[in-house]
């Protein structure tokens, strides 16, 4: 193994790491794994994240493998300083772990309770469909305070660079989860902005386009 693989799989937060794979222009494997069959609970896969979870990335050194996103997307801007993906300087670069921080506690604690409600509602219907109608309004209070928040920042990105980031890519890919969980964000037009600059960037396109042939 010569280069980095990045293990994932369609229509989830993989894809995040996907397009910051791509956003940051390194050599990198990507790899598609199914959920739907499994794969991510297979002996090999568990000897490379024993978490059984998508994203993960395998570094070529023996043994390692990064999981998390903040953690991958840490990685991927050390690897390719030059990106854009984090900026270099030390604050700029705490106030975009801020952010993917801020995002990935978003993204378990409200928009994932939403997806898993009824495994943590123990199989009560009630209980989950409760569930599902409280993230659903915090999901939407989460969007409204990052698009106020884009709202005062130049650019209309989160670390007020011209480019996109990759705390950018995290937050717009919270607001496409609204549409599973059947809310309009359309009103929200510093978010609508930023998703329609992420979509347009090549790189990022490139990789949902790949995303999109492998269904
Ligand atoms: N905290 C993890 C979340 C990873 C995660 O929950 N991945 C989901 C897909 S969105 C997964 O692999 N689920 C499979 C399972 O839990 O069985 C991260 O930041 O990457």
């Known amino acids: 193994m010569t280069r980095p693989i990045l293990w994932t799989s369609t229509r989830t937060s993989g894809s995040i790491v996907h397009q910051m794979a791509a956003l940051s222009g390194l050599d990198i494997d990507i790899r598609f794994i199914s959920l739907r069959n499994g794969e991510h609970k297979t002996p090999d896969y568990l000897a490379i994240n024993p978490k059984g979870e998508v994203a993960a990335l395998q570094l070529p050194d023996a043994g390692v493998t990064i999981t998390e996103i903040p953690a ?4 991927l801007a050390e690897a390719a300083p030059d990106s854009g993906l984090l900026p270099r300087d030390a604050v700029g670069r705490a106030k975009g772990m801020e952010w993917l921080c801020w995002c990935h506690f978003r993204m378990a604690n409200v ?5 898993q409600a009824k495994m943590l509602a123990d199989g009560d219907e009630a209980m989950a469909a409760a569930l ?5 309004a915090r999901a939407r209070k989460v969007l409204e305070f990052a698009d106020a928040a884009l ?3 130049p650019h209309g990105t989160l670390l007020g660079t011209p480019g996109i980031t990759a705390p950018d890519i995290f937050l717009v890919a919270l607001t496409g989860f609204a549409s599973f969980l059947d809310f309009a964000t359309d009103d929200l037009v510093h978010l609508s902005a930023l998703a329609a600059k992420v979509a347009a960037h090549p790189a990022v396109a490139a990789a949902m386009a790949r995303e999109k042939e492998i269904g």
């Open 111 to 115: 928009f994932f309770i939403t997806f």
């Open 72 to 75: 991958m997307a840490l990685w």
């Open 132 to 136: 599902r109608a409280t993230s659903k």
């Open 151 to 153: 709202g005062r920042i």
